[in-house]
């Protein structure tokens, strides 16, 4: 099963716009993480948030947690057209720390 | 240093044949995941090792899905036979630890995209 939901599913924006991706997700969380996969390629890790921290930016990401409303958001600043790929949230919860994905993003950032 | 190798990098099979996967995490990761995603999907757990012990492998179907981790180090991810539906994407990753108060990324190798025909 995928606890986080990630939205839009699919996100077209001009370069040099910011975009903005949410997640969704149903259980506590002890972390929740955000993850960038190019066609064909394995996932790369961006960003790390834990349950007791409510924004932490990285370069031109931001990202925000709100665990009363069980969600986060992934803000990109001055897109790049080498932003294009999908973009996944993973949720690490419980006890055992079992990662698990959403559905993911498919941002497109035209030149 | 080397990310997480996987190998092969594509493999198509016929139904009801064997296939293996292989996965080199990096070194001293003492965790190490097996994902598969689906063409539009999110990756989904398989099984998560935790050095040489399978600590989580609920959604692994072991009817003909078998995995090991030989000294906690390489692991291997079998199945036999396979069918149409087992065609996906099958990512390794590896972490250092998964213990919560210490949460750490997970490394994902390319994955071997599998094709069953």
């Known amino acids: 099963s995928q606890q986080g939901e990630e939205d839009p599913q699919a996100l077209s924006i001009q370069e040099g716009e910011n975009a903005t991706m949410n997640c969704s997700y149903k259980t506590s969380i002890n972390n929740l993480q955000w993850y960038r996969q190019n066609s064909g390629r394995g996932l790369v890790h961006l960003i790390l948030i834990r349950s007791n921290e409510r924004e932490k930016h990285s370069g031109r990401l931001r990202v925000t947690l709100d665990t009363s409303k069980k969600s986060s958001s992934l803000l990109i600043t001055a897109s790049r057209a080498a932003d294009t790929a999908s973009y996944f949230c993973a949720t690490d919860a419980g006890a055992n720390s079992k990662l698990t994905f959403g559905k993911g993003i498919t941002l497109s950032v035209r030149p | 240093e080397a990310g997480v190798v996987q190998s092969p990098r594509y493999k198509i099979i016929e139904k009801k044949q064997p296939v293996a996967f292989w996965c080199n995490p990096i070194s001293g990761h003492n965790t190490l995941y097996w994902y598969r995603q689906n063409l539009g999907q999110g990756p989904e757990l398989l099984i998560r090792?935790?050095?040489?012990?399978?600590?989580?492998d609920s959604q692994l179907p072991k009817d003909r899905f078998s995995a090991e981790r030989l000294k906690g180090v390489d692991s291997t991810l079998k199945i036999q036979p396979a069918e149409l539906g087992d065609s996906a994407v099958y990512l390794c990753a590896s972490s250092s630890t998964w213990w919560a108060r210490n949460p750490s990324e997970a490394f994902f190798g390319q994955g071997t995209r599998l094709t069953v025909v």
């Open positions: 090792y935790e050095n040489e012990e399978a600590v989580d």
